[in-house]
């Protein structure tokens, strides 16, 4: 077949629109074209044409990428001469034809998809997609242009092998495995020595011509260290390491590897390379560095790693001694990630075994402490491996039996106040300089802490000495400010900054302590550090009246969280020092007053605070935590604070329970009324009384709801205000049946809220369905209600409760459901505003079908419609989802194929008496469940645990109804 010449102009202009046009509609209307040309049957043919006769990069890299397409395509069918030309063509067609960058990594790519694809294929018994070192032999002898290609076309052969593209997923991700062990077993090494020997020449030649200034032999060396990494970062066994977890990996270099290793002439090669080249390709020197510090220890005998270990440290401290390369911030990074593989992968032990032990860790010392205080210049990321070093070695100290001496009792303390001096001087700077504050990454300062804790209590009392008396030096400085007539607003920022900081870091060092290694002197200087954050905290909540520092709360809340884990709680010594200090100087004698600080304090934030989500957040989190303790919750409830706040939980004392429209605020209610009934629990028993005391301010709240609903046809009905109280309550009432988890406190609940109440909340559903603001809160608290959790949904024998329970949750699920499915969405609010809904009523149905308090067989006994109705509405909001909307949002599919299993269990008769269309609908649901395992965001446990289940019951019950036709 020939391509007219018109239709190949006509191409190169579409393909120069797609890729240059600045006009979406003219770009838009390429790429369609494009497309068909792309899908057409003969699409193959053509792309070979394309790319023998097109003039233009753009054309040539359609061709590519659409060759590259037919070839993943699981359902094309090509044969295997046809794959065969096609990689002779690629080779031939790089060898002869001048490219454009681009369009040779397309190329380079097609490659290696159709060398992987073929890689178990023969041609008269021989496996001719392997000959891949063959193939590229041709490129490697030629000038430095077409050996570059050569290179590429290994470097892209090695990346394929490597990674699952989407294709294998269709595919078999066990077949990927097989051809990935095969090319490791057979091409890899062979690859990764091809590699070492050119980058060698190539250093040689460029040693001699003084320097690297051919940007073609430039070009080279950049993709051989690219191959190199690829062949070093190769997963040989499968485990697919991820990437979040870098600081614990290990190279699983396979056993035959070991010659490349043992020969330390491969490790000089990378040191030589990273002081020879420029900049921009250094880095990739220590990244490939980087790996041959993690090969697995089982490579070497105890003598071999001694001797690697040896080089290894050389080379490091040879680095540090010349750390000219070390300004460019990407080297930087790569020395740091090789610093930290230092420590993760061999023992302290086995370190300062190593003859330049001393004079390494001095300079690695040093580097560490140079860059602490430059830290507002470093990326964070690097600190973390820095900080991660210290760590691990510190950790390691009880471990190590060598008599040669560590020596990091001379340098951590050092390292230690570089943090903290740098973190405190790093305020100022940030205030006056208006930059971006460190302790707004709340996520990178908690880490950076966790690393300080097990830091810092290395000649732990050097570290407090130190704390001690810097936050000495911040709190009287703030104290003499805030008795100046008016202070100014920076210096007043400063020294809140530095407190806030010192505060954190105090936490810091609390957390660190361990339990089977503590000292009483060490916990006499925790009381030290803890007195003195209270007394700042008793200063500043003297004056939230006139405003507060947010960050500094933030700070406290931190410190009250490490202390809460280690010094209250269950498995605490009573007798610990800390609390001895505490009563000296704030007269907290004992565990109970310290939580009378920590329940006064939460009150006080809850009061302040109630517009700072992320202090609300915090303080509800703590609140949270301390009601879970099992010792230390029988002491809360003693308190008056505590009393106090199960008496009086209304927005008058806690102002984000006042009628407000912030979701968020609306969530936290949850989280408060959870802690709240936990506590309630504690000596609620049976006393009904008590039960009711604590509901007066919900029951006032629902009454007055249920007044206005009842009026929603007059002119004084306030629309706004009743759907936000409504939405507050659901939360609450959620949050408090969330913790009646014993049979005693459910039925007070029951009680209460039916049938009393439960009107309101139908009510509720039946105004506002299309508001998920409403539906969200009260879907979740029916389906809440209806949970059987810790089987505390045991009524009376005499008592119709599960059937009234059932029939409410049925009522909702049917009011919701049959309005719900007249609501027409765009797709961007589908979920939101209708899938959610959709699946928290599933998530309902399933607890109440599979709570085993309802006894079904009544239902159709009495004549009651309840069960048939919610499952036909069951059935009714499944058809009007598609199946993908079904497995694109996970959570959805998770409630569906629960309960899928549960009615296929219990109620197979109705499954089988649906239309043949709504049960082939519900196969092609279990078929696309089966098939979905693998794809991000889909729970392949529950997902496929479901489907596995309703079909084994589906057969199940064929199998009998033939059996029983047989028999009669």
């Keep these: 077949m020939d391509i007219p010449a018109e239709e190949i102009q006509q191409l190169e202009i579409l393909c120069k629109h797609l890729y240059e046009s600045s006009d979406p509609v003219q770009r838009a209307e390429a790429e369609k074209t494009l497309v068909n040309f792309q899908n057409s049957p003969d699409s193959l043919v053509r792309c070979q044409m394309l790319l023998e006769r097109a003039h233009s990069s753009y054309s040539q890299l359609l061709a590519t990428t659409t060759l590259t397409k037919l070839i993943s395509r699981p359902a094309q069918v090509i044969t295997l001469q046809q794959r065969i030309q096609i990689r002779n063509y690629i080779l031939s067609y790089m060898a002869r034809a001048k490219l454009d960058t681009y369009v040779v990594q397309a190329l380079t790519t097609l490659f290696a998809r159709v060398t992987k694809l073929g890689w178990f294929d023969s041609d008269k018994d021989e496996f001719i997609f392997r000959n891949v070192i063959t193939d590229v032999s041709n490129f490697l ?28 997923a269709n595919r078999s991700l066990t077949k990927h495995r097989k051809i990935a062990s095969s090319f490791r077993d057979q091409q890899l090494f062979e690859i990764f020595r091809l590699c070492c020997t050119m980058l060698k020449t190539t250093l040689e030649s460029g040693m001699k011509s003084m320097g690297f200034e051919d940007p073609l032999q430039l070009a080279l060396v950049n993709h051989l260290l690219r191959l190199g990494h690829n062949c070093l970062t190769f997963d040989f066994i499968g485990t697919s390491t991820d990437e979040s977890s870098d600081d614990l990996c290990t190279v699983q270099i396979p056993t035959n590897w070991r010659p490349a290793f043992l020969d330390f002439s491969t490790l000089q090669l990378f040191f030589d390379l990273y002081h020879t080249l420029p900049s921009t390709l250094s880095p990739m020197a220590l990244s490939c560095l980087v790996q041959i510090a993690s090969v697995r220890r089982s490579l070497f005998s105890n003598a071999e790693r001694a001797k690697f270990l040896t080089h290894l440290v050389n080379g490091v401290k040879y680095i540090l001694q010349n750390p000219h390369g070390l300004s460019d911030a990407n080297n930087y990074h790569e020395f740091c990630r090789l610093l930290a593989r230092l420590k993760s992968n061999y023992q302290l032990g086995e370190l300062v075994l190593v003859d330049s032990y001393p004079e390494a860790i001095q300079l690695i010392a040093k580097f560490t402490i140079d860059s602490l205080r430059q830290m507002l210049q470093v990326a964070p990321n690097s600190i973390h491996y820095l900080l991660s070093l210290w760590q691990r070695m510190v950790a390691s100290v009880p471990y190590v039996k060598a008599t040669e001496p560590h ?63 810097l936050f000495d030096q911040a709190a009287q400085t703030y104290q003499d400010l805030l008795q100046r007539r008016s202070p100014t607003p920076v210096d007043l920022a400063i020294q809140e900054g530095q407190l806030a900081w010192l505060a954190y870091i105090i936490g810091s060092a609390i957390g660190g302590r361990v339990s089977f290694n503590s000292n009483e002197d060490y916990d006499s200087m925790d009381g030290e550090l803890v007195c003195r954050v209270l007394q700042l905290m008793q200063l500043t909540d003297s004056r939230l009246s006139q405003g507060g520092c947010e960050r500094l709360e933030l700070a406290f809340l931190s410190f009250f969280e490490q202390f809460r884990k280690i010094y209250v709680g269950d498995q605490v010594q009573k007798a610990s020092k800390v609390y001895r200090r505490l009563s000296e100087v704030l007269g907290l004698t004992d565990e109970t007053m310290v939580l009378s600080v920590f329940i006064r304090k939460i009150i006080t934030n809850l009061k302040y605070w109630s517009r700072c989500e992320q202090i609300l957040s ?12 099992y010792n230390s919750v029988r002491k809360l409830v003693k308190l008056e604070e505590v009393q106090f706040m199960l008496n009086n939980h209304t927005g008058e004392h806690f102002p984000f329970l006042g009628l407000n429209q912030n ?41 007055a709801v249920g007044q206005v609903l009842a009026n929603t046809e007059t002119p004084l009905f306030r629309a706004e205000e009743a759907k936000w109280s409504v939405v507050g309550l659901a939360r609450d009432l959620r949050g408090i049946i969330f913790a009646f988890n014993t049979r005693s406190a459910y039925i007070m609940f029951f009680d209460w809220v039916y049938p ?38 045991q009524f009376d024998v005499c008592s119709p409760n599960g059937v009234l329970l059932f029939r409410e949750a049925s009522k909702m699920i049917c009011s919701y459901g049959s309005r719900i499915l007249s609501v027409d969405l765009p797709k961007a609010q589908l979920y939101s505003h209708k899938l959610k809904g959709i699946s928290v009523s599933f998530l309902m149905l399933k607890a109440a079908l599979c709570g085993n308090y309802v006894n079904f067989g ?34 959805l599919s998770q409630t569906y194929y629960v309960l899928l299993e549960c009615v296929a269990q219990d109620h197979m008769n109705f499954l089988a008496s649906l239309d043949p269309n709504m049960f082939l609908y519900i196969l092609s649901s279990i078929s696309e469940g089966l098939s979905a395992i693998g794809k991000i965001g889909i729970n392949d446990t529950m997902v496929c645990a479901g489907c596995c289940a309703t079909l084994d019951h589906i057969i199940t019950y064929l199998f009998k109804q033939c059996t029983l036709k047989s028999e009669t």
Excluded at 680 to 698: A, N, R, T
Excluded at 758 to 783: C, F, G, N, S
Aim: charged share 20%.
């Design 141 to 168: 002898q030629g000038a430095v242009e077409h050996c570059t290609i050569g290179v590429q076309i290994l470097g892209a052969l090695t990346s394929e092998m490597n990674q699952v593209s989407e294709s294998d």
């Design 756 to 793: 009393a109440y439960t009107p309101i909340l139908q009510r509720a559903i039946e105004l506002w369905y299309h508001d998920p603001h409403v539906t969200t809160p009260v879907l979740k608290l029916m389906a809440e209600l209806a949970q059987n959790r810790g089987q505390r949904l």
């Design 663 to 703: 979701v968020n605020d609306l969530r936290f209610r949850t989280v408060f009324y959870t802690a709240l009934g936990r506590l309630l629990m504690v000596d609620l028993g049976e006393d009904e009384d008590k039960f009711h005391s604590f509901m007066v301010p919900l029951t006032t709240s629902m009454e």
């Design 618 to 629: 915090k303080t509800l989190s703590l609140l949270n935590d301390l009601s879970v303790g």
């Design 858 to 891: 009544v239902f159709r006994l009495y004549g009651d419609e309840a069960l048939d109705n919610v499952l036909n509405c069951f059935v009714k909001l499944l058809l009007s989802i598609p199946i993908s909307d079904l497995m694109d949002y996970p959570k």
């Design 407 to 469: 020596m990091l009792e001379t340098y951590t303390p050092e390292v230690t106040r570089a943090y903290i001096t740098s973190r405190i001087d790093s305020v100022a700077v940030c205030i006056r300089e208006a930059n971006e504050d460190p302790l707004d990454d709340t996520a990178m300062v908690t880490q950076q802490l966790e690393q300080l804790s097990v830091i810092g209590r290395c000649e732990y009392q050097k570290t407090c000495g130190l704390i001690v008396q």
